[in-house]
């Protein structure tokens, strides 16, 4: 078991993930919603980062924009068990931040697994244990032997997102 896994650093010139997947951007218009965003590599002057921008928007029944990282290239899942959470170092404007996992267990487009993430105006590095995960829309506690994806989302409030991710990992306590 090692201390962690990283799953991006946004050091790639190609857009590819540390785990040769690529980030997907998408809004509530899924489901007629009517927030916008913007999904970009950034370069900073402390090097590249993954910046989410947009406008949450309430109506229509819409709420969020979402940042998601495939964690298996065919599609399949990621056994994390050897990993006690997620690391993230973030900051950007405060407002209502998740980390969003899916796994096997979560069959419709609205059910996944969501833990709080802060937001700060400086850097921050946080670590956010598997057990902090809540159930939405999934039964049971989170089984992360078969995870799908993990995406990083602003959510649930009419505000203006903008958050850089400098990186990720799944990390032990």
């Known amino acids: ?23 997907e951007g998408f809004t509530d218009r899924v489901m007629g919603g009517v927030s916008d965003m913007s999904l970009e590599l950034a370069e900073l002057p402390e090097g590249r980062v993954l ?4 406008t949450v928007r ?25 990993w006690d959470g997620v690391a993230v ?3 950007g404007r405060p407002g209502p931040y998740y980390i969003h996992l899916r796994t096997r267990q979560n ?11 802060a937001v700060r105006t400086q850097w921050q590095d946080q670590f956010i244990p598997f057990t902090a995960f809540e159930s939405k829309g999934a039964s049971g506690r989170i089984d992360v032997r ?13 505000f203006e997102a903008d958050i850089e991710i400098a990186q990720l990992a799944l990390a032990n306590a």
């Open 146 to 158: 078969g995870l799908k994806s993990l995406a990083v989302v602003a959510y649930g409030e009419a």
């Open 107 to 117: 069959w419709m487009p609205w059910s996944y697994f969501r833990a709080p993430l």
């Open 58 to 82: 309430l109506e229509n029944r819409g709420g969020f924009i979402q940042a998601r990282l495939p964690l298996d290239a065919g599609g399949g899942a990621f056994d994390a068990s050897d």
């Open 1 to 23: 078991m090692s201390d962690a896994l990283l799953l991006d650093d946004f050091s790639r010139a190609d857009g590819v993930s540390a785990i040769g997947t690529r980030w």
């Open 51 to 54: 910046r989410m921008r947009g």
């Open 89 to 91: 170092t973030a900051r």
